[in-house]
């Protein structure tokens, strides 16, 4: 060898790539790519950030201990069994670290977040997939793929970026059904969002099991995805090993003091359900009337499906959307290359999106009519 090389899985790794963030030459842009809450953070974490700012010349206190009573508090959980780390893809990463080696199996199923397989092989495991059933996870497929070297499941719920959703009783079915030593990550990022009654995000399961954690963040309906904060709740021999390998100070002082003005600000939160509950519906029921497929979705996005054509659909709408400052996600990366992904946005950009779809669909159907 002439040069270092990595391990092997390290170079199978194709790098996430975030959606792009800007139109330019569109004047005025709207991102509608990242899943970002339209109202942005609560006024009091940003005041609470601006209050810590001469303290940013000293190390953080190592455990977030104020932010995971205030977790702890907000949620009825014990804040021992709560992790915190920058983002929850970083516990994700820590679970990876601590619980998949050469060889072991990381499973997830076909429309996952693309960061399971990232983190399964750069632990040096083996990522498998499990098809779904009308754009969401099924139970009976995942349990199909378990093998004795199976060491997580990885389920987010709800899903991105289908937006679909597995029912109470069929997370418990597969936690039940899983082998002991196999654990369960159920990645509950979107929680908050979700009105359906049947919906649980996961803190009664980890009361109840050994083997599965529940992983959150902060970056989508608290509106704090720049500071990268998010958090995990197991049990407490979980905790322990995540705590061992979790890089020290691994939340930032500004990320702690902001997360729990938010968690306190109750009222922020629900006038960002409250938002949700009407434009999610208003944009699903506005864009199917274009004849389009929008996939039913409990989160703050829809996935919207483009006709087949001798070209890509999809395509020249996320080049005519962007064109008008209207910026969605192509989600081709996970095998969804006829869909973009749109994020609830203010209500002006909503409304600007489905009058920008009515045009393109028009002119779409006239360019076909010859």
Known sequence: MTRPVPRPGVMAIEAYKPGKSA???????????ANETPLGPSPAAVQALRDMAHEIAIYPEGSSHKLREAIGA?????????????????????????????GD????????????KIVTLAAGGVPVVAPETNYTASVDALLDRVTNRTKIVFLANPNNPTGSYLPASEVARLVKSLPPQTLLALDAAYAEYVTNA????????????????????FSKIYGLAGLRLGWGYGPAHIIDALNRIRSPFNVSTAASAAGIAAVHDVAHIEAAIAHNSKWLPWLTREISALGLEVLPSAGNFIAIRFPKTPGRMSVDADRFLTSRGLVLRAIGAYGMGEFLRLTVGPQEANELVVAALVEFMQDAKAAANG
Not at 74 to 101: K, Q, T, V
Not at 201 to 211: C, K, Q, R
């Open 23 to 33: 139109a330019p030459g569109a004047g005025r842009s709207y991102k509608l790519s």
């Open 198 to 217: 049947d919906y649980e995000a996961g803190v009664a399961l980890v009361n109840a099991h050994e083997n599965v954690v529940m992983t959150r963040t």
């Open 74 to 102: 907000r949620h009825g959980l014990d804040p021992a069994r709560i992790i915190m780390g920058a983002g929850s893809d970083n516990i994700l990463e820590l679970l990876a670290l601590a619980y998949i080696g050469p």
């Open 105 to 116: 199996e990381g499973l997830y199923s076909q429309y996952g977040f693309l960061e399971y």
